[in-house]
């Protein structure tokens, strides 16, 4: 007769392995806005091993119990932080326990902010692919779609700071504030490798993806330690779906089939003054590291 114990055991097994038996390893996808992301998470899922995520709230989730937790009574009475993360695990593995895949992508711009917790429930060192982009091209295309979303409605930002929104300097301005998009995700990055974590996140330039894909892909795979797949990069299915009329402007998180260059243009978008933002590319350093070895 099976004991409970084994019983557990075996339950516990189903969020974690596939149905071959594969343990399934958990990453992340996390970076800047507007930098490739969404594709990036499309050309993935055409490998049958990996199961590449839309926007997910998986990590406000945990956050949401992880923040709450010492707030009940009786936790405080009987604290226990090793219960509280085995909480926290469980609650990751049964989130994709219905994804038979070996790769799991979780996407968010929050988990570079919160890496120490991520290790902790992977019990080992976190792989995180980080999108980015020219940050003077971030914001032009924030721009164009505020201009376009403009003609028939009004974003949050404008309605939260109308003055301000009348220029493009003055737009460029907010979305690079700490609690924007653009501002937030790039803070959260800085801080992660000031924290120590460079060796658990690949950075993936946008016009080196959108230019050389082949390329690009591979040494994401070696990052990952995957066998690489042959991606079809002339038809990339979009799987990824979201509302984007909640996230503030239409289109935001829809691709092109076809992989191909996309030109800078943050100079005819938003003129001369944004080159006080080309600075700001720190990640430019960890360009073609790894091509030098």
Sequence with gaps: ?????????????????????????????????????????????????????????VLDMLLAIRN??????????????????????????????????????????????????????????AKVL????????????????????????????????FLKFQTVEGRCEIFMNTNQPVGSAYNRVKDALARGFADRMYFIFFDELTTNPEETMRGVYEFLGEKYYDHDFSNVEQTTHEDDFFHGFKDLHTIRNKVKPVPSDWMEVLGSFAQKFASLNFWDKYRNKDKDK
């Design 68 to 125: 709450n937790w010492n707030n009940i009574v009786e936790f405080k009475a009987t604290r226990n932080d090793f219960a509280k993360m085995r909480v926290l695990r469980a609650m990751l593995q049964a989130f994709y326990a219905d994804i038979d895949k070996a790769v799991i992508f979780d996407k968010s711009r929050g988990w570079p902010g919160f890496l120490e917790m991520a290790e902790s429930l992977l019990g080992s060192k």
């Design 130 to 161: 980080v999108p980015v982009r020219d940050i003077r091209d971030v914001l032009s295309s924030f721009e164009k779609l505020w201009r376009k979303e403009s003609k028939s409605g009004q974003i949050e930002q404008e309605k939260s700071n």
């Design 1 to 57: 007769m099976t004991s409970a114990k084994n019983t557990e055991e075996q339950n516990h097994n189903l969020y974690i392995q596939t149905t071959d038996g594969e343990n399934k390893q958990f990453c992340f996808i996390s970076g800047l806005p507007r930098s490739g992301s969404t594709l990036l998470c499309n050309i993935l899922n055409q490998n049958p091993r990996f199961h590449a995520t839309s926007t997910s709230g």
